[in-house]
């Protein structure tokens, strides 16, 4: 079958920087989607988005849809026709149901018996005029909350559409989507290309608009030569460039054509804190900073610009008159915030409300810094320094700086602690609550640190699930999810000895003191499983099987160190040879006692009964492993513990070879079921080693 490239282009206003990665790989998603629904086969598809245009070329489509040959079979022969040989009701009804006539009826074999069947040929529909409707739909699943409507039309989109490209092969698609027609015609750079440029074919679609158009259609490609542009700038002052990945996505979403340009500001504004210059020069102007090569903050920034100046030394002088007075700003409020200390927000803090139902920011700051003075007992911290961090970390939320750059919160908590003389632990916990901020950050460097942030993320958790507001589906309005990757990560990465019971525990009690809310068990429950279901999330994406972490969640440990210890070991064990005959034991072990679910699982085995050789060897090689095993547990040696296990293989497969269970006389059989007991509570000291290759 013959096969041609496609590819649909939306002309636009400028797009949200922000959501265009995500709008046109949604776009590029939902379209190949309804390609494969509509049985069009294509070889690849490609992606394209700048601030004017979202695009996707589908290569090697299909020029129709396959013929279908619809096929129905209908009652047997024998009851399609009565004892005169008429048709039958049933017969003449599957006639019907096929919109033809008895006598065109085939017979065919199946399930033994002739029985009645009918098949008719679809003709496959041609793929350009399947494409128009296929790519409305596509454009009516893209996800935007508040659309545009722009001239008469009723219809609405993220930004108004000026132009429609749309071509299968060199054939102009018939469409119209939002009041424009399609054509095969598009537009470059605002600035460099006026006239409008035709495309003759999808596949010279990228290239024209690159050589003709100035427009690098690519994002990520964009998104590289950005990055390229910006080491290459700050190479040549011997810098290294500050690259935030999320910056670099915006300015990608900003230019279809960038141009690299380093400026410089005032020496003077180094001596604010770096991360309050970085984040308004980011914030404000979308500008790189740089560091030298000691990681110190150079007053050098780097812009891109949309187009290829033919005065670039202009671009770079209006860039610096509008940065100088943002930092002069940014100047102004952290020097007006030295004059006040942070203790002294503290009855501030009782004005602003952090949730109606939780209270106020102040009740917030009180639970964590109670929640950090008793975890940092538990811990072996000092309880003081932690209550003291715990108090003080939402004081710089009333700040200037805080509140014109939101990002800097807990860092200028920070610097604002060190100018009050207080401890540099206290100062640095104070930064480090908020870590990690994403996916992949840092995580708090000090144990104090990791105390606060601990708090921070538990009482989150626990005040929101005791209001009833635990993330639904992909909402999460307050990042719980993100909270509770962080919370876990620190004390797994930090090997801390904590019980998640026990953190739920504490953080209700600082709930009830300051905001009179009490947990019900249920809730208990419901945020114990919310945290080990980030667990799931975490090892699946770190390559666990789901059945090894099943096997580790079955025996529910509720200290997120052993738990990890326990998956580690249970992963290299399920790797191994003998883990699949161990757990094949166990999965008949247990097919046993549920069939005897009535036994007591804490009858003690009596000695007295034991009949046959192979039941007395076993208990005593039971009795023998337990002993083994059992300073290894205590020393959290799980893979040990496992290896141990294994050499109880041959003495089960014997005890199943020639001991009965289910025997007549009462008192053996359940005897030889406390055996089993005995066996089973073995296997899941580590694990339920039945699970981890799955049923």
Not at 98 to 121: H, M, P
Not at 322 to 343: C, G, H, M, Q, S
Not at 481 to 487: D, F, M, T
Not at 549 to 562: C, E, G, M, N, W
Request: glycine fraction near 6%; proline fraction near 4%.
């Amino acid at each position: 079958m013959l096969e041609q490239d496609f590819i649909i282009e939306l002309g636009t206003e400028e797009l949200p920087p922000k959501v265009l990665r995500n709008l046109s790989t949604t776009f590029e998603q939902e379209l190949t989607d309804l390609l494969k629904v509509y049985k069009l086969k294509f070889r690849s598809s490609k992606v394209f988005a700048t601030p004017r245009r979202l695009a996707v070329l589908v290569q090697a489509l299909v020029e129709r849809q396959d013929d279908q040959i619809n096929e129905k079979i209908g009652p047997s022969v024998d009851n399609a026709l009565d004892q005169n040989g008429n048709p039958t009701p049933a017969a003449i009804g599957f006639a019907k149901s096929c919109g033809v006539r008895i006598d065109e009826l085939k017979t065919v074999t199946n399930d033994n018996k002739t029985k009645l069947y009918f098949s008719v040929k679809t003709q496959g529909e041609e793929t350009i005029q399947i494409l128009p409707s296929l790519i409305k739909a596509a454009i009516n699943k893209l996800p935007i909350p508040k659309k545009m409507r722009w001239g008469s039309s009723r219809e609405g989109f993220i930004r108004p559409v000026h132009w429609v490209l749309a071509l299968y092969g060199s054939n102009i698609l018939d469409l119209e989507i939002f009041g424009v027609q399609s054509s095969n015609q598009t537009f470059g750079h605002r600035t460099h290309t006026k006239k409008a440029i035709t495309i003759t074919t999808p596949k010279e679609y990228e290239q024209t608009l690159e050589e003709v158009g100035y427009v690098i259609a690519s994002f990520e490609k964009r998104c590289k030569k950005i990055k390229n542009l910006i080491e290459a700038e700050a190479s040549k002052i011997n810098a290294v460039g500050i690259i935030s990945l999320d910056l670099l996505e915006e300015v990608t979403g900003l230019v279809e054509w960038p141009v690299a340009l380093t400026g410089n500001f005032d020496e003077h504004f180094l001596k604010l804190p770096a991360q309050s210059l970085i984040i308004s020069l980011q914030s404000h102007q979308k500008t790189f900073c740089c560091n030298d090569k000691k990681g110190n903050l150079l007053p050098v920034f780097i812009a891109i610009s949309n187009l290829k100046s033919k005065n670039p030394e202009e671009v770079v002088r209006g860039n610096e008159r509008v940065i100088r007075p943002r930092l002069a700003d940014a100047e102004f409020f952290f020097n007006t915030d030295k004059k006040v200390r942070l203790d002294s927000r503290l009855e501030d803090l009782k004005t602003v409300i952090f949730q109606d139902k939780l209270g106020t920011l102040y009740n917030r700051s009180a639970r964590i810094a109670q929640v950090s003075g008793l975890i940092a007992t538990t811990l072996g911290a000092q309880s003081k320094a932690a209550f003291r961090a715990g108090l003080l970390s939402k004081c710089d939320l009333l700040s200037n700086m805080v509140g014109e750059f939101s990002d800097l919160q807990g860092i200028m908590g920070k610097y604002y602690a060190e100018q009050d003389c207080e401890t540099p632990d206290v100062a640095i916990a104070i930064e480090e609550q908020y870590l990690p901020r994403f996916s992949g950050d840092k995580l708090p460097q000090t144990k104090l640190g990791c105390v606060v942030s601990i708090a921070e993320k538990i009482d989150t958790i626990t005040g929101l699930f005791s209001i009833g507001q635990p993330p639904t589906g992909s909402k999460d309005p307050f990042a719980l999810r993100r909270a509770a990757i962080g919370l876990l990560r620190i004390i797994i990465e930090n090997d801390l000895d904590l019980d998640l019971r026990d953190c739920i525990e504490i953080a209700e009690k600082s709930l009830s003191k300051e905001s009179d809310i009490d947990l019900t068990e249920v809730q208990r429950n419901e945020i114990l499983e919310f945290l080990l279901d980030r667990l799931r999330a975490m090892y699946l994406a770190d390559g666990i099987t789901p059945e090894v972490f099943q096997s580790v969640l079955s025996i529910r440990p509720t200290k997120p160190a052993d738990f990890d210890r326990r998956i580690k070991a249970v992963f290299d064990f399920s790797k191994m040879g003998e883990s699949r005959a161990l757990s094949d034991s166990n999965k008949r072990v247990l097919n046993i006692l549920n069939k005897n679910s009535s036994t007591n699982e804490r009858i003690i085995v009596n000695e007295t009964l034991l009949v046959e050789g192979a039941e007395r060897n076993l208990v005593h090689k039971l009795q023998k492993t337990g002993d083994i095993v059992k300073p290894m547990l205590l020393e959290s040696n799980y893979l040990g513990v496992l290896h141990s296990l294994v050499m109880l293989r041959t003495d089960i497969d014997t005890f199943f070879e020639d001991v009965l269970v289910n025997c007549e006389d009462e008192a053996v059989q359940q005897n030889r079921i406390a055996i089993l007991w005995k066996l089973r509570a073995l296997f899941t000291t580590v694990a339920d080693i039945s699970q981890i290759h799955g049923n």
